[in-house]
């Protein structure tokens, strides 16, 4: 019989309470282990493409890229230490806020990183209206990277 070796503690949320109680975010997020840099995802398909159109739907499918992304190294949403928003109107961004909550937990989960917000004048696809990057830390002793990897050939 093989024990498995236990994963290093999850990531630490830092909440001061010295700050407001953050909602959908935490105010930083401390961890080890190895760290993965998730460009910037819009809502494009595998032929490269902008199938999408509303803040709403282009969310959704820039998180499935994120998730895509960090799961080819291993990782899971649970992993994201930070995460950037670059939004073209961030007025629509606050008007949709409640939804896009939903939509942030159908992808994610209750996980709540570190996150920031941008209001940009465009984006490289014009299609786009949002954008997300993120970084990730794996922790020591998680899974190993997918056979054929980048990181593991």
Same mark, same amino acid.
């Given at each position: 019989?093989? !024990?498995?070796? $236990?994963? &290093?503690?999850?990531?630490?949320? !830092?909440?001061? $309470? ?50 895509? &992304? ?9 992993? !994201? ?32 990183? &570190? ?13 786009? @209206?949002?954008?997300?990057? &993120?970084?990730? @830390? ?7 990277? $997918? ?7």
């Amino acid at each position: 019989m093989t !024990i498995a070796q $236990p994963l &290093a503690p999850p990531l630490r949320k !830092i909440n001061p $309470p010295e700050l407001p109680r953050p909602r959908g975010y935490s105010h930083a997020v401390a961890g080890t282990g190895t760290f993965v840099f998730v460009s910037g995802q819009t809502a494009t398909d595998h032929m490269g493409k902008v199938t999408t159109v509303g803040l709403l739907l282009q969310a959704r499918q820039a998180l499935r890229n994120v998730r895509t &992304a960090l799961a080819e190294a291993g990782g899971a949403p649970e992993h !994201i230490a930070q995460m950037t928003w670059y939004v073209l109107d961030v007025d629509h961004y606050r008007a949709r806020l409640k939804e896009l909550g939903v939509v942030y937990r159908e992808v994610m989960g209750s996980h709540y990183p &570190a996150m920031v917000l941008v209001e940009v004048s465009g984006l490289v696809d014009p299609a786009a @209206i949002v954008e997300i990057s &993120a970084t990730a @830390i794996l922790p020591s002793g998680g899974q190993p990277l $997918p056979a054929g990897s980048p990181l593991n050939p």
